[in-house]
């Protein structure tokens, strides 16, 4: 089956600081979608930023920034200036098959700390 | 205001009584998409639709049921519900293009006793 990996379970960082969760995948197709999902503790899967794989350029949201290297399958997510609300967990996923399915990894709980 | 709605948000029922969760979105989005959280596990998709009266399985798809009567609406039936099934139950929308992010509902808290 072709998985998302996500390797770090649990993080924390200090307020202010920067962090990165690391993304890795499986994939056999030479286009397809990449994307960060937060999902705070109220539940809800919030789109943080994405990536089309054809792109190489790293897609950059704010204080969210990816490190896409495609040859690698490797696709991490930067935080920079963490803030208190970015306390969640964050979902990898990856569109499978050219088509919508989503493929998601297990997640990252992440913990910013003040 | 574009959204995903699911009803209801949470629910305890007992074994073998069958239920349904409603979905319903109102972007006018072709592809529609169960998921069920499980701690450790992620995501993982029950069944999707990629429009009005068509739909097909994911990869956890045993035990549950779907219809797409409507572009927006995309309930999900459990039959005969059982205990493994209790989850926590996202359903999503998208346009169909790849490369355009799902919207997802605010989930759905199950527990089947």
């Known amino acids: 089956a072709q998985t998302v990996t996500q390797s770090q379970p649990e993080m924390s960082v200090q307020e202010a600081e920067t962090v990165t969760l690391s993304c890795t995948y499986d994939?056999?197709?030479?286009?397809?979608?990449l994307f960060w999902y937060k999902q705070p503790p109220s539940r809800q899967m919030i789109l943080v930023i994405r990536?089309?794989?054809?792109?190489?350029q790293n897609a950059t949201e704010n204080r969210f920034s990816v490190n896409f290297q495609k040859a690698a399958k490797s696709f991490s997510l930067k935080i920079s200036d963490s803030q208190l609300g970015d306390t969640a967990m964050y979902f990898c996923?990856?569109?499978?098959?050219?088509?919508?399915?989503?493929?998601f990894g297990k997640g990252t709980k992440l913990t910013v700390n003040p | 205001e574009a959204q995903v709605t699911q009803n209801p948000r949470y629910l305890i029922t007992v074994t073998g009584k069958k239920l349904t969760v409603t979905c319903s979105q109102n972007?006018?989005?072709?592809?529609m998409s169960w998921y069920r959280q499980d701690p450790g596990l992620g995501l993982r998709q029950i069944y999707y639709?990629?429009?009005?009266?068509?739909?097909d399985k994911g990869d956890v798809p045993e035990g549950y049921k779907v219809s797409r009567k409507e572009k927006r609406n995309f309930p999900l039936i459990l039959e005969s519900p059982s205990p493994n099934q209790t989850s926590l139950y996202f359903c999503?929308?998208?346009?169909?293009?790849?490369?355009?992010?799902?919207?997802f509902g605010d989930g759905t808290r199950l527990s089947i006793l």
């Open positions: 994939t056999s197709e030479s286009n397809y979608y």
């Open positions: 990536q089309e794989a054809y792109k190489q």
């Open positions: 639709s990629m429009n009005v009266e068509v739909t």
């Open positions: 996923a990856r569109t499978q098959g050219g088509s919508e399915k989503l493929v």
């Open positions: 972007m006018n989005h072709e592809y």
């Open positions: 999503a929308s998208s346009p169909q293009r790849g490369n355009q992010p799902q919207h």
